[in-house]
């Protein structure tokens, strides 16, 4: 697959060696001639100095070829662009593009482009090791904003109904794990001791989810 | 009339100015950033923060005309894009800085009009009356074409 990565800082450089390491076809393209600096021979070669929302620059970069677009500089604006252009002017079937600043997560919904935020994603892991280090997620969704995360069901729910750990849009419980055999349990089904569950938990109540289950150190 | 300037340039300033001393109503927004020029002038009241953000506080949703006249011509476009599609605003008019983007200025992004500086000054020269063998392109740009935008091959003056 041929993709073109505007911005070829840290994340692009990164991005493209894992690409070429998957097979892909990569250009990287980069306002700064040092950006190449950090590339391996085999990448700097694929390197185009200028901005990702010139004509020239991105046909340079084969992006009328293009199966996917990837917009990683520090400025949203240039990133959105890069972006719009890719997807409604070239047609690239895949257009993602990077949200420097959480607060213009509006401006990607309203063009209508997936965006990842690695800002809110460092955050939401940062905050998650300081205070959660007991709930370690097994898998986020998204930036983080929600995760699967498995735990011991505390001695002093035994006998309560699974229903009585979920909040409508923040916690649900998923399965539950009892004598090494995994359900999907009813909101009904009543908890035992030994019991493990698994909660799907928006990363915003996770402080809430440790509070059922005891957990406040 | 409303009007809406976005930007932190001189040229900024300037349009500014010249429309609050023509008896717009003039609100001038500008990023928070070192070196970002404000007018300073009683008439303009002048709004400090990321422009993507403010519009709204800036007075969008009352603004006849918005002035996307930054430096980046990438936020120009967004600007002028979330000023038609998020504010519905009537007109929008937007700096291009580099000749290389004008190809980017157009009615998708929510431009009514797209303004050049180097294509103006080029294209006053072209038509001075002095400048010999003026381009009959220059006088007609064709339909669409960004006004002020340099002609695709202008002719050795």
Same mark, same amino acid.
């Given at each position: 697959?041929? $993709? $073109? ?9 990164? #991005? ?9 076809? $990569?250009?990287?393209? +980069? #306002?700064?001639?040092?950006? &190449? ?30 199966? &996917?677009? =990837?917009? #990683?500089?520090?400025? +949203? ?5 890069? &972006? ?7 047609? =690239? ?7 420097? +600043? ?23 892991? =940062?905050?998650? #090791? ?22 011991? =069901? ?13 909040? &409508? ?49 | ?19 609050? /001393?023509?008896?717009?109503?003039? %609100? ?5 950033? *070192? ?8 008439? %303009?009241?002048?709004?400090?923060? *990321? ?12 603004? *006849?005309?918005?002035? @996307? ?11 002028? !894009?979330? /000023?038609?599609?998020? !504010?519905? %605003? ?10 290389? *983007?004008?190809?980017? !200025?157009?009615?998708?992004?929510? %431009? ?9 000054? /080029?294209?006053?020269?072209?038509? @001075?009356?002095?400048?010999?063998? /003026?381009?009959?392109?220059?006088? @007609?740009?064709?339909?669409? @074409? ?12």
């Amino acid at each position: 697959m041929h $993709v $073109v990565i505007v911005g070829s800082g840290r994340t692009g450089s990164e #991005l493209g060696l894992r690409l070429s390491s998957l097979g892909d076809d $990569v250009t990287l393209v +980069d #306002l700064d001639p040092r950006a &190449a600096r950090r590339l391996p021979a085999a990448l700097k070669e694929r390197f185009i100095e200028g901005t990702g929302t010139s004509r020239a620059v991105l046909e340079k970069a084969g992006i009328r070829e293009a199966e &996917a677009l =990837v917009a #990683l500089t520090a400025d +949203d604006c240039v990133n959105a662009v890069a &972006a719009r252009v890719g997807r409604d002017v070239y047609r =690239v079937p895949r257009v993602i593009a990077r949200r420097f +600043d959480p607060s213009h997560s509006f401006v990607y919904r309203e063009l209508g482009i997936t965006a990842v935020s690695t800002v809110q994603a460092t955050a939401n892991e =940062v905050a998650q #090791l300081l205070h959660h280090e007991r709930l370690e997620p097994r898998l986020t969704f998204g930036n983080g904003e929600t995760m699967l995360v498995r735990a011991p =069901v505390p001695a002093y729910l035994a006998g309560r109904p699974v229903g009585e750990l979920e909040v &409508a849009g923040e916690i649900i419980v998923v399965e539950v794990t009892r004598g090494g055999h995994s359900m999907i349990p009813e909101s009904s089904t009543l908890l035992a001791e030994h019991d493990e569950a698994s909660f799907v938990v928006a990363s915003q109540s996770l402080g809430r989810l440790h509070g059922f289950l005891g957990r406040w150190a | 009339m409303n009007v809406l300037v976005v930007g932190s340039s001189q040229l900024a300033v300037q349009v500014a100015t010249t429309l609050a /001393a023509s008896g717009c109503e003039v %609100i001038y927004v500008r990023a928070d950033a *070192d070196g970002a020029d404000e007018p300073h002038d009683p008439r %303009i009241s002048v709004v400090v923060g *990321d422009p993507l953000v403010v519009l709204e506080e800036a007075g969008a949703l009352r603004t *006849d005309v918005l002035v @996307a006249c930054t430096t980046s011509d990438a936020e120009n476009l967004v600007v002028s !894009f979330l /000023a038609k599609h998020r !504010f519905h %605003i009537g007109c929008v008019v937007a700096r291009v800085n580099d000749p290389d *983007d004008s190809w980017l !200025f157009d009615e998708s992004w929510g %431009i009514d009009v797209a303004v050049s500086a180097a294509g103006l000054v /080029a294209e006053t020269v072209l038509r @001075a009356p002095g400048a010999s063998a /003026a381009p009959a392109a220059a006088s @007609a740009p064709p339909p669409g @074409a960004t006004a002020g935008d340099p002609q695709p091959s202008p002719p050795a003056l």
